[in-house]
């Protein structure tokens, strides 16, 4: 196959150009049998390149849960162009089940079409839903599906969400499966856009800085992804898996190759970060839908001052809801703006009015703590201003904003109805000035305007990749450094000992380290502790520094998952190779004490007796006062 090359420059023009300006012959891959076996209901044609879009890879890593008497859900998967896919299959498979005799069911609309309705049973069961969509059903780049669930329907009209004892849970390996044409992965453009997010980026056997930098965005910007070295081996069939492979600087910078009959990236050029960084941006939504790219402007001259819900891709849907609805947001410390940091939550909500004498009330919650709630206005919008509290952010936050209607009872007579809602898009985080960083999660607004990686080499980025990966996105500029230590800016530094100067609050030079609980208690002991990856925020002035101690299993974490094995809280961590064991702050946790039990000096018994200290002066005390006040006493009688 000859490569499709593209230019840095050339990279660019792929924002604005539709897919069907790139006309060119088809790739080997489409010339070449499909050895995929459809699944039921499903059939392929010679040629036909299959790919699954999952509900993980939509952002559902745990599935999709459906409860209480009804509930909505609204999916769009990306799509190419109709002319480019063959067939389209939706199957969804799932976990049913009810505490008591009811009548539930399931609508699958497409484009507000129903498509299917089927009755769910009472006893507990596993299945699959499968439902044909034709490629004329794709609008904007997307397919849109509706899930409508009614569950609890019985003759009891008293019951509600709190006795009904149903769910209906979609697991996350079920998703769309497009039959793609060769023409839906001719170009550069068209592969990038359609690619899985789980793959490989593959490094040369003794990479570059720029070659590690770029692997290292690659990775920021895909947490699904997997840095390997050398040449791993190709597989044949569906496109599972996206390959992206760094080459040399006299290589081009954006090249369209095929791996084993699969359509794979290779970057090359002499700014590969930059490539890289494209790849990860906003032009892969663009190149497959027009729409984003209008919807994505929108916010480009928002001021920094605050971020939209909008902004952070939250589902802002409307919802049927009879009982209880709950939209849930994710606030990554990397979508911030250099220096700023959340200082409080805007929360827009519509609710229709039911009739009740008892209004909905919409609360708010974030990273599980209650931020507020009020009662929703008749006839408009309600809005909750809430001030975030010291600590409460992390460097990744889950922000859960809920409605709940009283159902109406008295005789019951009423059955369940459900009322519209929605969280508006003008929800918003308000964004104040970041000051000097006291958490790690306080060092993604720090390294949004660049930072450098310190490494011995770049058999340490596949790890890093993971403990990084709350801290830098794939649009956080990076720089990596084989052992040089930047004259400026913040960096991180992947080494046995700290910085020169530096002041870590866990030191390695003074023997054995062993930390202890309130109770005295060993936590982490000597011995451990030497085999554990230490990761410490030190401060230089103003200037931050992270500080990686690795341990016998830092390779490891590169297979641990980032939400255990990425910094959070605290300011010193420990890891072994599964993920975080034990992360606190030393300016905020009084639980935790740092002891060397090879020193002796007089700080260090001051600190380990101090509650001993403590009772003997008071004891001095107490005697030097009785001691006085018998002297006072025997003045008095003498002079009697």
């Given at each position: 196959?000859t490569?499709?090359?593209?230019?840095?420059?050339?990279v660019?023009?792929?924002l604005?150009?539709?897919?069907h300006?790139?006309?060119?012959?088809?790739?080997?891959?489409a010339?070449?049998?499909?050895?995929?076996?459809?699944s039921a209901?499903?059939?392929t044609?010679?040629?036909?390149?299959?790919r699954?879009?999952?509900?993980?890879?939509?952002?559902?890593?745990d599935?999709l849960?459906?409860?209480?008497?009804?509930?909505?859900?609204?999916?769009?998967?990306?799509?190419?162009?109709?002319?480019?896919?063959?067939t389209l299959?939706?199957?969804?498979?799932?976990?049913?089940?009810?505490?008591?005799?009811?009548?539930?069911?399931?609508?699958?609309?497409?484009?507000?079409?129903a498509?299917?309705?089927?009755?769910?049973p009472?006893?507990?069961?596993?299945?699959?839903?499968?439902?044909?969509?034709?490629?004329?059903?794709?609008?904007?780049?997307y397919?849109p599906i509706r899930?409508?669930?009614?569950?609890?329907?019985?003759?009891?009209?008293?019951?509600?969400?709190?006795v009904?004892?149903?769910?209906?849970?979609f697991?996350?390996e079920?998703?769309?499966?497009?039959?793609l044409?060769?023409?839906?992965?001719?170009?550069?453009?068209?592969?990038?856009?359609v690619?899985?997010r789980?793959?490989?980026?593959?490094?040369?056997?003794?990479?570059?800085?720029?070659q590690a930098?770029?692997?290292?965005t690659?990775?920021a910007?895909?947490?699904d992804?997997?840095?390997?070295?050398?040449?791993?081996?190709?597989?044949?069939?569906?496109w599972?898996?996206?390959?992206?492979?760094?080459?040399?600087?006299?290589d081009?910078s954006?090249?369209?190759?095929?791996?084993?009959?699969?359509?794979a990236?290779?970057?090359?050029?002499?700014d590969?970060?930059?490539?890289?960084?494209?790849?990860?941006?906003?032009?892969?939504?663009?190149?497959?839908?027009g729409?984003?790219?209008?919807?994505?402007?929108?916010?480009?001259?928002?001021?920094?001052?605050?971020?939209t819900?909008?902004?952070?891709?939250?589902?802002?849907?409307?919802?049927?809801?009879?009982d209880?609805g709950?939209?849930?947001?994710?606030?990554?410390?990397?979508?911030?703006?250099?220096?700023r940091?959340?200082?409080?939550?805007?929360?827009d909500?519509a609710?229709a009015?039911?009739?009740?004498?008892?209004?909905?009330?919409?609360?708010?919650?974030?990273?599980?703590?209650?931020?507020?709630?009020?009662?929703?206005?008749?006839?408009?919008?309600?809005?909750?201003?809430l001030?975030?509290p010291?600590?409460?952010?992390?460097?990744?936050?889950?922000?859960?904003?809920?409605?709940?209607?009283?159902?109406?009872?008295?005789?019951?007579a009423?059955?369940?109805?459900?009322?519209?809602?929605?969280?508006?898009?003008?929800s918003?985080?308000?964004?104040?000035?970041?000051?000097?960083p006291?958490?790690?999660?306080d060092?993604?607004p720090?390294?949004?305007g660049?930072?450098?990686i310190?490494?011995?080499?770049?058999e340490?980025l596949?790890?890093?990749?993971?403990?990084?990966?709350?801290?830098?996105?794939g649009?956080?500029?990076?720089?990596?450094s084989?052992?040089?230590?930047?004259?400026?800016?913040?960096?991180v530094?992947?080494?046995s000992?700290?910085?020169?100067g530096?002041?870590p609050?866990?030191?390695?030079?003074?023997g054995?380290?062993?930390?202890?609980?309130?109770?005295?208690?060993?936590?982490?002991?000597?011995?451990?502790?030497?085999?554990l990856?230490t990761?410490?925020l030190?401060?230089?002035?103003?200037?931050?520094?992270?500080?990686?101690?690795?341990?016998?299993?830092?390779?490891?974490l590169?297979?641990?998952?980032?939400n255990?094995?990425?910094?959070?809280?605290?300011d010193?961590?420990?890891?072994?190779?599964?993920?975080?064991?034990?992360?606190?702050?030393?300016?905020r946790?009084?639980?935790?004490?740092i002891?060397?039990?090879?020193?002796?000096?007089?700080?260090?018994l001051?600190?380990?007796?101090?509650?001993?200290?403590?009772g003997?002066?008071w004891?001095?005390?107490?005697?030097?006062?009785?001691?006085?006040?018998?002297?006072?006493?025997?003045?008095?009688?003498?002079?009697?």
């Open positions: 196959m490569p499709r090359i593209l230019s840095a420059s050339a660019l023009g792929l604005v150009l539709p897919l300006a790139w006309t060119q012959p088809a790739p080997d891959w010339r070449t049998s499909s050895t995929a076996t459809a209901g499903e059939t044609d010679a040629g036909t390149l299959r699954t879009i999952s509900l993980r890879e939509l952002g559902f890593p599935g849960d459906l409860s209480g008497l009804s509930g909505t859900r609204e999916l769009f998967f990306p799509v190419p162009d109709s002319a480019d896919v063959r299959h939706l199957r969804l498979p799932y976990r049913s089940g009810s505490a008591f005799e009811s009548r539930r069911s399931l609508q699958v609309e497409v484009r507000d079409r498509m299917l309705t089927t009755a769910l009472t006893e507990t069961q596993t299945g699959i839903i499968e439902v044909p969509i034709e490629p004329a059903m794709i609008r904007d780049g397919v899930l409508r669930y009614s569950g609890a329907i019985s003759e009891d009209r008293c019951v509600d969400q709190r009904s004892g149903a769910y209906l849970a697991l996350p079920g998703g769309l499966t497009m039959g044409s060769p023409k839906a992965a001719d170009t550069v453009a068209e592969v990038a856009a690619m899985p789980a793959g490989s980026i593959v490094l040369p056997d003794r990479p570059t800085e720029a930098a770029a692997a290292l690659l990775a910007g895909n947490p992804a997997a840095m390997a070295r050398g040449t791993p081996a190709t597989t044949e069939g569906d599972i898996r996206s390959r992206i492979e760094l080459a040399g600087a006299s081009p954006l090249a369209l190759v095929e791996r084993g009959g699969i359509p990236l290779r970057l090359g050029g002499s590969p970060v930059a490539t890289a960084r494209l790849l990860n941006g906003r032009w892969r939504a663009l190149a497959s839908s729409a984003v790219a209008n919807a994505a402007s929108a916010t480009d001259d928002a001021p920094d001052r605050r971020l819900f909008a902004d952070l891709g939250a589902d802002t849907s409307v919802q049927s809801i009879a209880r709950t939209w849930t947001l994710a606030l990554p410390i990397t979508s911030l703006p250099e220096n940091r959340p200082s409080a939550l805007v929360v909500v609710v009015d039911d009739g009740s004498a008892t209004p909905p009330v919409v609360t708010v919650l974030m990273n599980g703590l209650l931020l507020g709630s009020a009662e929703a206005e008749r006839g408009a919008m309600t809005r909750l201003r001030d975030l010291e600590g409460l952010t992390a460097a990744r936050n889950s922000i859960e904003v809920s409605v709940t209607r009283q159902v109406r009872a008295g005789d019951c009423y059955s369940p109805q459900g009322y519209s809602a929605q969280l508006l898009p003008s918003h985080v308000v964004l104040g000035e970041a000051g000097s006291a958490d790690f999660s060092l993604g720090q390294f949004a660049g930072v450098t310190v490494v011995p080499g770049a340490a596949p790890a890093l990749g993971r403990l990084l990966g709350t801290l830098i996105d649009e956080t500029p990076l720089r990596i084989y052992r040089a230590i930047p004259p400026e800016g913040p960096y530094l992947v080494a000992t700290p910085p020169k530096s002041d609050p866990v030191r390695f030079d003074q054995q380290v062993r930390l202890a609980g309130e109770d005295g208690a060993t936590l982490i002991d000597g011995a451990a502790m030497q085999g990856t990761v410490q030190l401060r230089d002035d103003d200037r931050p520094i992270l500080w990686i101690r690795p341990g016998g299993n830092f390779a490891q590169a297979e641990a998952d980032i255990a094995a990425g910094l959070s809280r605290g010193v961590a420990f890891f072994d190779g599964d993920g975080a064991i034990l992360a606190f702050s030393t300016q946790d009084r639980l935790i004490d002891r060397y039990p090879d020193r002796t000096d007089i700080a260090d001051v600190r380990r007796y101090h509650l001993w200290l403590i003997a002066g004891l001095l005390v107490s005697l030097g006062f009785i001691y006085l006040l018998r002297r006072i006493y025997q003045a008095r009688r003498t002079e009697t």
